[in-house]
């Protein structure tokens, strides 16, 4: 069994903990991306999976065995490291069906294994080749080549395309998916793009210091996010935040007095909250909120405008182009069933999150 358990699990270097008590299950078969801004915790977590790390408190197991104190060895795992970690030295042959022959594996095995392997990869061409003659793509094929050989019960990939450029990174994420879609074995990945775990997972977590802000399918996140950090990280241009005073739960009334018309719902005994619209949810029309455009960003499927409104600079993304000129004022509508209501807090900095879609 394929399942991977992590209960209350924590991580403390002296007297600083850095993960306060995580628990997830993940299934037999299931892709799961741990996603989040640099310092939440996510390696480090992939790593006590792996045994690279010792475990504070609380408890890992793989299918029915804790492993706490089993080297990483025998953990039956495959790990798919950042920088490939590939021995320069020698072919991609040797590369791919080393651990086998560390663990004293017939050469006939290994080289069916190994051929196995690299037909599914697209390497057969390239067996005979050392790292320094492949391009980081192939590279990275190879690094997943040599944990698929192992037939392992769970892979871990931490971070595996963030030295690939944009394009490649799109493609790979294509493979990885095929890939998993193909070997359906437990995959657990560590990403701090969000488009990475929208895209390849079944099921995404998101940490934030130390803890779990929310886990559950990609839609979930992007429709119902939790918090405003949630709200914040998923999704790519990022949720549009107003904050204000909310008056006779209908008007919203911003810093500069600004009263915005919200549809109605039930927003009652909430007076300072902060409204999350997501760009794609508002619409240009002949009524709405006013907004001043400061810049068109025309795609050829989409358009991007960036708007001042009341003060505070939005996002909306249209389907298709538009005529609309910086320096026009346009009426922006919204769909209330797409307002997102949160209590008035700071909105957490793109920046800080490290959103590289």
């Keep these: 069994m394929g399942t991977v358990q992590i209960c209350d699990v924590r991580k403390s270097y002296g007297p600083v ?25 996510k390696s480090t977590l992939l790593r006590m999976i792996a045994g690279l790390e010792d475990i504070t408190g609380g408890d890992i197991l793989i299918g029915d065995r804790v492993v706490n104190d089993i080297a990483p060895k025998d953990r039956d ?4 490291f950042q920088n490939y970690a590939l021995y320069p030295h020698k ?37 005979d080749r050392k790292p320094r003659q492949l391009s980081g793509g192939q590279r990275q094929r190879v690094a997943m080549g040599r944990a698929i050989v192992r037939n392992p019960t769970v892979f871990l990939f931490d971070e595996p395309l963030s030295n690939l450029d944009a394009k490649l990174r799109v493609q790979m994420r ?22 990475e775990a929208m895209t390849l997972a079944d099921r995404v977590v998101v940490m934030n210091s130390g803890v779990i802000e929310q886990e559950g399918s990609p839609l979930d996140l992007y429709d119902k996010p939790a918090s405003l950090f949630v709200a914040a990280f998923i999704g790519s241009p990022p949720m549009n935040f107003l904050e204000g005073d909310l008056v006779d739960g209908t008007t919203l009334v911003l810093a500069d007095k600004t009263r915005l018309k919200l549809p109605v719902g039930d927003r009652q005994g909430r007076p300072r909250v902060t409204v999350g619209i997501r760009p794609e949810h508002f619409t240009i029309a ?4 006013p907004a001043t455009v400061s810049v068109v960003e ?6 991007q405008i960036t708007a001042r409104l ?14 609309t000129q910086p320096g026009e004022t346009i009426h922006l509508a919204v769909d209330p069933d ?20």
């Design 310 to 323: 009341a003060g505070n600079v939005v996002r909306v993304l249209i389907r298709g182009r538009t005529s």
């Design 17 to 41: 903990e850095v993960l306060h008590g995580v628990t997830i299950h993940i299934e037999d078969g299931e892709f799961v991306a741990l996603v989040g801004p640099s310092g939440c915790g």
């Design 91 to 127: 072919n991609v042959r040797e590369n791919m069906g080393f651990a086998l022959r560390q663990r004293r594996v017939a050469k006939t095995e290994i080289d069916e294994r190994v051929m196995d392997a690299a037909h599914i990869l697209g390497l057969e061409n390239l067996l």
């Design 77 to 80: 795992i495959a790990m798919v």
């Design 338 to 357: 797409s307002l997102h209501m949160f209590d008035a807090a700071p909105v957490p900095e793109m920046a800080d999150l490290e959103d590289v879609a």
């Design 286 to 289: 002949e009524e709405g909120w």
């Design 298 to 303: 025309p795609t050829g499927s989409e358009t």
């Design 174 to 195: 294509s493979e990885i998916k095929e890939l998993h879609q193909r070997l359906k074995t437990t995959t657990i990945y560590v990403t701090h793009d969000q488009i």
